[in-house]
């Protein structure tokens, strides 16, 4: 990550917009490691104000799919906070500059989800749904919407 990922520009402007960057060695605080679920390295904890882990992603990364797992790590803790406006604005942004990543898939679901809590119409999830299927054929979130979009 050292050599490739965090040196890339993109990701020095995406990390140091919207993040307090902290790099730790799991030996020296091995119960913050714990706290946080990390059981590999590299790994990268995206946390809220309170140091509540919302995301957490493990193992080497190059850049645009760092990237992408950063957004995702800001629009769950957005969601945590029940800010999904700003949520939904994340997710969206996720999934048009990072189509291609697996975790745009989660992206695209969580974006039917807070449809639905914000107009409480199941059929508006749905229709965010919809494109998993197609877009993400074969991952276990396709599988997670087909019931839904069955019937």
């Not at 990550?1 to 060695?25: C, G, Q, W, Y």
């Amino acid at each position: 990550m050292d050599a490739v990922t965090h040196p890339d520009p993109e990701v020095i402007r995406d990390v140091s917009s919207n993040f307090v960057a902290v790099k730790l060695k799991t030996a020296d605080h091995a119960d913050l490691a714990r706290t946080f679920g990390v059981r590999w390295l590299p790994a990268t904890v995206v946390a809220d104000a309170t140091g509540k882990a919302q995301h957490l992603t493990v193992g080497f990364l190059p850049p645009a799919h760092y990237r992408a797992e950063l957004c995702f790590g800001r629009a769950m803790e957005a969601f945590a906070r029940k800010e999904y406006e700003k949520a939904k604005s994340l997710f969206s942004e996720m999934v048009e500059r990072h189509p291609k990543t697996e975790r745009t898939a989660e992206a695209q679901y969580w974006a039917g989800v807070i449809a639905l809590r914000q107009t409480r119409d199941f059929n508006r999830c749905k229709e965010a749904w919809k494109r998993i299927p197609d877009d993400f054929p074969g991952t276990t979130w396709a599988a997670k919407v087909e019931w839904a979009l069955q019937g």
